[in-house]
């Protein structure tokens, strides 16, 4: 007979990733199904997602009977206790999905529920770049700006579970680019993806610089991919909006550091993948910027598992909230 399981689903606007895992945490099997985004009250897609264990469970020959829990992760704000989302755009959810209510409906083991960006920092501690550290921060650097703060073991969630929504931290305070807040100078409008883009646009008039990106700029069609293949090759143009984002990225650690003090501030999403030419300016930056006590052994690191983080960060949800609970 097989033994326990932990059931674990990243829920993303176009896929659902699913996991069974054991105790440990060690995979067991991995599959995905599309998300259906018909119905506003999610009853139809978790109905599907609790189909697609059941189907899988029969064919491996693993008993559902035997999870000890169902970590979920949605792309949307979630208060944490009550197990509800308030609204997710990316799958139609216009309003409050009680998810671990409806989930329960389905299943008999105990449901947890929290956002794609605490479960993705969640999953880099446990099998990624926090190396299972009590303390640690993940910013996701995508399309927008996303993190997660791990403080003794838990997810900070804060009061409403706005803890850790860092891509709203203002840094740029000239407030030159507006954010999807409805606020401005917000980190992400200055190190996302689009934010690299904004810094170009914004100092290629004011800069005499040649660059190889121009005919981009002209076109319409600059992305933060074409200033970091330029910044590689020694672009001077885009070497100075590479450090300018890295110092928003390194600001923004270093008042991560002296409020969770953690052992890894761990930078992730499409943005990260610049790699070496951005980390170290953070680095650089960071060292530059914070109170020595809090940057001592403290590690600047990119994460590990990519867009794996988000499942086994679910699944980590059952280890923390369930099994590892006092
Ligand atoms: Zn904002």
Redesign the pocket.
Known sequence: MRGKIILAVDIGGTTCKLGIFDETLTRLAKWSIKTDTSDPTGVVLLKKIHEAFREQCEVLNYNIEDAVGMGIGVPGPVSFEAGIVHGAINLNWSDDVNVVRLMQSFVECPVVVDNDANIAALGEKFLGAGQNEANIVAITLGTGVGGGIIANHQIIHGHNGSGAEL??IRVDHDQRFS???G?SG?I??VASATGIVNLALFYYPKLALQSMVLPYIEKGTLTAKEIFDAAKVGDSFCLFIVEKAARYIAYLASILSVTTNPKYIILGGGVSEAGDILIENVKEAYHQLTFKPAQKDTHIVRAALGNEAGIVGAAGLIKTYILNKE
């Open positions: 891509g709203h954010c999807n807040c606020k917000c992400e409008t």
